[in-house]
């Protein structure tokens, strides 16, 4: 066990880099299987999902895209449920396969306004990719077609994801003490 701290608060590893990548592997494994032929538009939702990206597409071996975008719902380590405008997508998602790759879903929230203003634009099937659900909080219906770890709804920082800005980048997952 090893702790951190950032500002304010202290973690403890939760998930380890190995379980990460294990989770990571098979879930990569499910879409060459599911998506095999149709040469899908991976879209990474910054910047939480860096890390989750890279180690997935390492493993994805199917022709296909990678784009990023960017949107921001949190402030802080609450949701506020307000969600940015969506940036970055230049790519025409008319017909595609869009596999939404995302950081975690909390309320759902985020990730049920994404996929809103995608389907303005026309694609032929949006699924959805997460590191991490918390079931407990989900608000909203979603189908979410591949999940790398289900997890309690204590608040997490590392691979990739951050305590105001800070903590992406370390290699495990650390959840919250004496919260
Ligand atoms: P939702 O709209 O599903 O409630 O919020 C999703 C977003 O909230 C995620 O993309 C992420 O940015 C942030 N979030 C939710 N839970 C956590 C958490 O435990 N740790 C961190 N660092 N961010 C979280
Ligand atoms: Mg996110």
Do not use: W
């Not at 538009?41 to 999902?49: A, C, D, E, T």
């Not at 784009?67 to 719902?73: C, E, G, Q, R």
């Not at 608040?155 to 990739?160: A, H, P």
């Amino acid at each position: 066990m090893n702790t951190i701290h950032i500002k304010d608060k202290s973690f403890t590893t939760f998930i380890t880099e190995e379980k990460i990548l294990k989770e990571v592997t098979r879930v990569a494994a499910e879409i060459n299987r599911d998506l095999k032929g149709s040469e899908p538009l991976f879209l990474s939702v910054l910047n939480g999902s860096f890390m989750f990206t890279a180690d997935l597409m390492k493993n994805i071996d199917i022709p296909c895209d990678i784009s990023f975008v960017k949107l921001a719902s949190y402030c802080g380590d609450s949701s506020t449920g307000k969600v940015k405008e969506l940036v970055g997508l230049n790519e025409d998602i008319t017909g595609r396969t869009v596999v939404i790759v995302e950081d975690i879903i909390d309320t759902g929230i985020t990730m049920q306004r994404l996929i809103k203003t995608l389907k303005a634009r026309n694609p032929k099937e949006i699924r959805i990719a997460t590191l991490l659900v918390k079931p407990d909080k989900l608000q909203v219906e979603l189908d979410i077609d591949y999940v790398a770890m289900n997890i309690p709804n204590d608040f997490i920082v590392g691979y990739g994801l951050d305590y105001d800005g800070k903590g992406r980048n370390y290699r495990d997952i650390y959840t919250i003490v004496n919260k």
